[in-house]
């Protein structure tokens, strides 16, 4: 492929490749992985598409690898990603029925894959909804709730209720609504830690929210601020939430995010940059390691969690993943020898062994 990157067949076998490598990531839960390998077929296939327009094959490939990452991002519930990913593939598609592409494949691969466009998009009409739903109770509340009130569990209610509406602002790409609302829940977090500063329920959402915000700001493109919410985030981390592993896990997504956004958008580092990145990243697989030792014992929050990306790449933090598999698979084990129950993801992983995910392997032998 390096000697002769003109050369259509290699690249069309690279993008395979990676979508092979993608599917055998996603079958581990790997999603972080899973999302790389698949942006890299894609990358490969457009440009394959672009430089021979009449091979209509390409078309296909095209449009398949596009629908092996949408159907990844909607299980994740990333639905404004997948709804933008699934868009093209959509018109590719349509392209290919109108010019009467006479493939035996697409016959059947066509069919899945406006089927599974069409569902994101129910999915994300739904979610819609339900973000309706919730504003109107947020409403509802904050209409209730007197402008100094002095009531906890009242002001509490706003704050999760604020949060959630976030979170689903968030996934349906509503950025600048979720930092609104983020921004209206730290001023009540705010009030509410300065009355208990003990309550460890209110230290952990400050601390959450936080997070939150320095991770929009960032997919909004504003590192600056991005950076400034992430220290914030740290230095709001209490020593008493190291007690739930979870927690811990959490601390580990705060540093290495820190760590990622210390000179963003710059070509390099200064030293001192360098080293407070590198300082992050060791405390941050010192906290998953202490998550382990306090319990955790999936290796799927590792996983699954895209900020911890800057640490995928060391060692050590294999080194946990690994183990937390291991420790995973001996229920199967116990359970092969009859000394326990079936496991409870065998039903997830046979639902997604029948999705579109692995159509590309199949089309391209």
Request: proline content about 3%.
């Amino acid at each position: 492929m390096a000697e002769q990157p003109a050369v259509s067949d290699y690249r069309r076998t690279l993008a395979l490749t990676y979508t092979s490598l993608g599917n055998l990531y996603q079958e581990s839960d790997e999603i972080a992985e899973t999302f790389r390998c698949y942006q890299q077929a894609i990358a490969i296939q457009e440009k394959l598409a672009r430089d021979d327009p009449a091979f209509l094959q390409n078309q296909l490939y095209l449009a398949i690898y596009l629908g092996n990452l949408g159907s990844n991002y909607a299980e994740v519930n990333m639905l404004d990603d997948a709804r933008r990913t699934l868009a093209p593939m959509a018109v590719i598609v349509a392209e290919l029925r109108r010019r009467g592409f006479n493939d035996s494949d697409f016959a059947t691969s066509g069919k899945r894959l406006e089927r599974l466009a069409a569902t994101v998009n129910e999915q994300f009409a739904k979610a819609e909804e339900e973000l309706r739903r919730l504003e109107k109770t947020l409403a509802e509340e904050q209409s209730r709730l007197p402008a100094e009130s002095t009531s906890m569990a009242a002001r509490y209610r706003l704050i999760r209720l604020q949060s959630t509406c976030a979170l689903h602002s968030q996934r349906l790409g509503r950025k600048e609504e979720a930092l609104r609302l983020v921004a209206d829940s730290l001023r009540l977090l705010d009030a509410l830690v300065k009355e208990r500063p003990d309550d460890l329920a209110y230290l952990a959402d400050r601390f959450l929210a936080l997070s939150f915000r320095a991770r929009t700001c960032r997919e909004l493109g504003r590192p600056a601020e991005a950076l400034q919410a992430a220290r914030a985030a740290l230095a709001a981390w209490d020593p008493r939430l190291a007690e739930q592993p979870q927690r811990l896990v959490e601390l580990a997504a705060a540093r290495a995010q820190c760590g990622a956004l210390l000179g963003e958008g710059r070509a390099s580092l200064t030293e001192a940059e360098t080293a407070e990145r590198r300082q992050l990243e060791d405390l941050a697989v010192k906290a998953l390691r202490d998550a382990v030792d306090k319990g955790l014992r999936n290796a799927q929050a590792l996983k699954t969690n895209l900020v911890l990306d800057p640490l995928r790449r060391r060692d050590d933090f294999k080194a946990l993943v690994r183990e937390l598999d291991a420790k995973a698979k001996k229920p199967d084990a116990d359970h092969r020898s009859g000394n326990g129950s079936k496991p409870k993801d065998e039903a997830k992983k046979a639902k997604r062994a029948q999705r579109t995910l692995s159509l590309a392997c199949r089309f391209l032998k």
